[in-house]
């Protein structure tokens, strides 16, 4: 079901709901921009909790409402593939510090803003046992590139999420599907979960392919700057039209590269929907969201999952299989070469993808209501 920004009904009319994206790059926070407007369209109340990059994004595409300061995970990234997984473990007392210290910051924000209910994407502190709350996440299936792991990982994730009152996931339900695996396992949460379709902020337009190709840059520090440096030594010798988008909406600083390539920190969803439209070939990280984008859109992409993140590796090796990307690793990465291989790719034409299924944040916000009458 898609809307197209009008208003549809008055279902959340008098609700004040607070919405809170993972600090986890830039996805978990554009992801949420489609959900912000269904929300806005049904008459509800929107606050927004957040901070760094974040903060600015959604600041950005929603300067009207209020934003609350929530310290975001501060995760960071292993310069090396091999140590990836042992760089993730050492933060885990601070992560988990991270959860406890959120869910009492919800607790008083709740009662100091009366909020009517709470939507977390993938923060799994960001529930509360008198509101209604709910979880975010493409990722019912947790993959580490470890089996034995794999369990473990899935276990302690659902134990956060059966905390929470529904489970929404960003992708189709059945076999026509971005995730695969990650989104579609055997053992669900023990609460409800709904498939919200795949998502964007972005919206298919016809225009003119006027460049060559764009590059999108996002993720956590330092592969984000280690993946940057790789590009703008290949964009040097590039002889074709080229956009470099670096997904750093807190910078300013410019940077001066060929006169064929424009550059800029940050684009805002519209801008960043047309230049990405206006490409012949997309270049970007096989992160979920950047994947959800490109399937609306219909474009041809190179995916670079980052390097020791198993979940995009899964998803850049899915997708390739199934001929929808193509994909390349980090490690001696060629621009040439990936740009010559991934046109002989069917790209996402023949893939049918739908739009946010409003129903399911509908019938959510009518059932949050009901209850409040009943009280």
């Known amino acids: 079901m898609r809307t197209n920004g009008e208003k549809i009904n008055n279902s959340g009319e008098g609700l ?35 901070d760094g990059a974040p903060e600015v994004i959604l600041k ?25 997984f042992f760089k993730l473990l050492s933060q885990f007392p601070s992560i988990f510090k991270s959860i406890n210290n ?16 709470a939507i977390s994407d993938n923060r799994f502190g960001f529930y509360h046992k008198l509101i209604p709350s709910v979880y ?7 993959e580490t590139g470890n089996r034995f792991i794999n369990k473990i990982a ?33 053992k669900m949460p023990l609460c409800p ?5 795949i998502i964007s902020r972005f919206k298919k337009m016809d225009i003119p392919v006027i460049n060559d190709l764009i590059v999108v840059l ?32 807190e910078q300013e600083n410019q940077i001066i590269l060929n006169n064929n390539i424009q550059v800029y920190h940050y684009l805002p969803a519209d801008e960043l929907s047309k230049k990405i439209q206006q490409s012949a070939m997309v270049l970007a990280r096989a992160g ?36 929808l990307f193509y994909s390349s690793l980090q490690e001696n990465f060629s621009l040439e070469k990936s740009i010559g291989e991934a046109k002989k790719f069917y790209n996402t034409k023949q893939f049918e993808t739908g739009y946010l299924n409003e129903t399911v944040i509908i019938n959510w916000l009518t059932e949050i209501k009901n209850t409040k009458v009943l009280q």
């Open 60 to 84: 950005k595409e929603f300067p009207e409402l209020p934003f609350l300061h929530l310290q975001g995970y501060k995760i960071v990234y292993s310069k090396s593939k091999r140590s990836f």
């Open 218 to 249: 996002s993720g956590p520090e330092p592969q984000r700057t280690i993946f940057e440096k790789i590009i703008i030594s290949e964009l040097r010798s590039y002889n074709g039209s080229a956009v470099l988008v670096r997904g750093l909406p």
């Open 288 to 323: 979920y969201t950047t994947i959800m984008d490109l399937a609306i859109l219909k474009q041809k992409a190179i995916l670079v999952p980052t390097p020791g993140q198993a979940e995009q590796e899964y998803l850049a090796k899915s997708l390739t299989q199934k001929q």
């Open 136 to 142: 975010i996440t493409h990722q019912l299936h947790i």
């Open 154 to 186: 899935q276990h302690l994730h659902y134990s956060y999420i059966n905390r929470f009152g529904n489970c929404w996931v960003p992708d189709a339900k059945g076999n026509k599907n971005l995730g695969g695996l990650l989104s579609h396992t055997k």
């Open 102 to 117: 959120e869910h009492k910051w919800l607790k008083n924000i709740v009662k100091e803003h009366k909020i009517d209910a």
């Open 16 to 50: 004040r709901i607070l919405i809170a994206p993972l600090d986890w790059g830039l996805g978990h926070a554009t992801r949420c921009i489609p959900i912000i407007y269904a929300l806005k369209n049904a008459g509800v109340t929107v606050l927004l909790a957040g």
């Open 193 to 197: 979960v709904s498939y919200l379709g």
